[in-house]
């Protein structure tokens, strides 16, 4: 067997033109057919109708809950809903773990196609869902104790709402209270959002000064305090002595100071709470302007219309002043005079 000599080692890598290059290793056999044709590829026929693609899941909006298997298919947000991917059904019932976290909560019934509560509540457990529910099936709420039945106006605008075919949002507002405690909640939300009726634990909203004068401390005058009522003007005006104790009508019978029947003191009361307390020196008749002390014609004596003197009692003062005589003035217009176990009110029936 011939065997072809090895190439020496220092054998320089030379070739002739037009040769291939040696690379020092036997070669695999090439072709020397340079002009030969590429071998056709078969091509793939095109499609005549528009390819159908198979619809593709809608991808997670970051930070949204994930649908479960079994889970109520949600919808689409809309205009008017809360920020998120998918809004399922609020009505679902509360789990045992849940409802020991909640304990008394405060609810809201929320519109979703304005954003706007119409409704607010309280209660625990699935309290919350309740009307809802009532609405969706034709029955009365069982926690409605107002006799309405299933015209409740609740239940009414739940029905309105829903027949536009999106369901009213049940929101918590507040939870892991006492019962005491969310009733104090729902009553406030439900004045600060000026919702209709009265909520449970009644209103407290009104303005300050009629809430100052329901907390203030009410005077109860002594029998033997002969007392004439002078109710000056409304909160904030001047009652200072020499401007408050002109221009009073009354009656002649009342203004003999040492009569029995007639008032030994006047007190002067700015809106409903006493200001100050003088004890009556005596009446002297006012001008007719009702500004001062008349010069003394008989002429002008018929306008019954008198200005007091006397000198402040400071032991009464710190009896009444600052009290409410509300139950005493009744329904008493500005400027006018009350008497307490005197005058033409001999009995006192106020308290």
Not at 140 to 150: E, K, P, Q, V
Not at 286 to 313: H, K, L, M, N, Q
Request: aromatic share 6%; with cysteine.
């Amino acid at each position: 067997m011939d065997t072809a000599p090895a190439a020496p080692a220092d054998a320089p890598d030379r070739s002739l033109p037009g040769e291939r290059p040696s690379i020092g290793v036997p070669s695999i056999p090439t072709r020397t057919d340079q002009d030969a044709q590429p071998v056709p590829v078969p091509s793939i026929p095109l499609a005549t109708e528009p390819v159908q693609l198979a619809p593709m899941a809608p991808t997670p909006t970051a930070g949204a809950p994930t649908p479960t298997a079994g889970a109520p298919a949600g919808r689409p947000v809309e205009d008017g809903d809360r920020p998120g991917a998918l809004v399922a059904d609020d009505t679902e019932a509360f789990t045992p773990s849940v409802r020991a976290k909640l304990k008394s909560y405060v609810y809201l019934l929320v519109d979703p196609r304005t954003g706007r509560p119409f409704h607010v509540g309280h209660g625990r457990d699935d309290r919350c869902f309740d009307q809802v529910r009532a609405a969706r099936a034709g029955r009365r709420y069982a926690g409605d104790d107002s006799g309405g039945g299933r015209h409740d106006p609740v239940l009414d605008r739940i029905r309105q709402v829903e027949s536009s075919g999106r369901p009213v949002r049940v929101e918590i507002l507040r939870y892991g209270l006492e019962a005491d405690q969310a009733m104090m909640v729902e009553a406030a939300a439900h004045d600060v959002l000026g919702l209709p009726g009265t909520p449970a634990g009644g209103s407290h909203r009104r303005p300050a000064g009629e809430v100052r004068l329901l907390l203030t401390k009410r005077a109860k005058f002594k029998r033997p305090h002969q007392m004439v009522l002078l109710r000056v003007g409304p909160a904030g005006t001047d009652a200072s002595y020499e401007r408050a104790r002109h221009g009073w009508r009354i009656g002649r019978r009342w203004v003999e100071v040492q009569a029995p029947r007639s008032p030994h003191w006047a007190a002067l009361v700015v809106g409903e709470l006493v200001e100050s307390v003088y004890r009556l020196d005596r009446w002297e008749p006012s001008r007719p302007g009702g500004d001062g002390p008349d010069s003394g014609e008989a002429g002008r004596r018929t306008s019954e219309r008198y200005s007091f003197v006397g000198t402040p009692d400071a032991e009464l003062e710190r009896r009444y002043a600052g009290k409410s005589a509300a139950p005493y003035l009744g329904r008493a217009a500005q400027g006018s005079v009350s008497y307490v176990w005197c005058g033409p009110h001999w009995v006192n029936t106020a308290l």
